[in-house]
């Protein structure tokens, strides 16, 4: 059974694996990150009262996670949203939530989604982000609620697996990500046991973060459903 390295920051890891293991790959779940609330931020959020004027926008389900953590669940089931992935829109409608659009499947799509709506904008966004969402809508207000905080590469017992046993695939959905695993991989001299494995990245962004020996295949969407059909073909090929 082919393996398939996932080092995103929990509770994505989990999420990720269980799709992995449900395509018939064994995951090994190493993160390089890890999700911090910025909590002056996320109160802030909360302080704006109990309906906010306008659409509360999300790109990653990780802000809902981080929202609901610090018991603003409740807060954020009262607002209309707009949001990239079944993942997060699944959690908020739980909440009580209202979609003001149908869950996107990428931030470019969830533009297009936007464009038509003249209502104001609060984007609950990650700390380190593209600036892609606020040059479409300039006057859209952000809020960071929440960061990827490196880790500092692998453990002592993640450099034993790998090394034994290295896996077929890596699982990359972000520059820094694909930044955190080339340095990781350096740091833990793993570079010839892990020479083979094959960078399966969610977009030419990612992939162009990777390092010169990778060998790299590019998802067709930048969305993890896209992703993952990459690696089912890639294993396939």
């Not at 079944?86 to 969830?110: C, E, F, I, K, Y």
């Not at 892609?132 to 990827?148: K, N």
Request: glycine share 8%; proline share 6%.
């Amino acid at each position: 059974m082919a393996r398939v390295l996932i080092t995103r920051a929990q509770p994505q890891a989990d999420a990720t694996a269980e799709r992995v293991v449900a395509l018939g790959f064994d995951p090994l779940i190493f993160p390089l990150t890890q999700t911090v609330a910025l909590d002056d931020d996320v109160q802030a959020l909360g302080a704006l009262g109990d309906c906010v004027d306008g659409i509360i926008v999300a790109t990653s389900a990780r802000a809902v996670d981080v929202l609901t953590a610090a018991g603003l669940g409740v807060w954020a089931g009262k607002q209309r949203w707009a949001v990239v992935g079944n993942r997060a829109a699944d959690q908020l409608m739980g909440l009580g939530a209202t979609l003001a659009l149908p869950p996107a499947h990428d931030v470019a799509s969830l533009i297009d989604g936007l464009k038509g709506s003249h209502e104001p904008l609060t984007y609950v966004a990650g700390l380190d982000r593209k600036p892609t969402l606020e040059v479409a809508f300039p006057a859209m207000r952000a809020i960071p609620v929440y960061e990827a905080r490196a880790l500092g590469g692998f453990s002592a017992e993640a450099r034993r697996q790998l090394s034994v046993e290295p896996p077929a695939f890596a699982l990359v959905y972000s520059g820094r990500g694909a930044l955190l695993l080339s340095q990781a991989i350096e740091d833990a001299a793993l570079q010839a046991d892990m020479k083979h494995m094959r960078w399966l990245c969610l977009s030419e962004d990612v992939a162009g973060q990777a390092p010169p020996y990778a060998t790299v295949h590019l998802a067709d969407t930048p969305t993890q459903d896209a992703l993952l059909r990459t690696l089912t073909q890639t294993h396939r090929d």
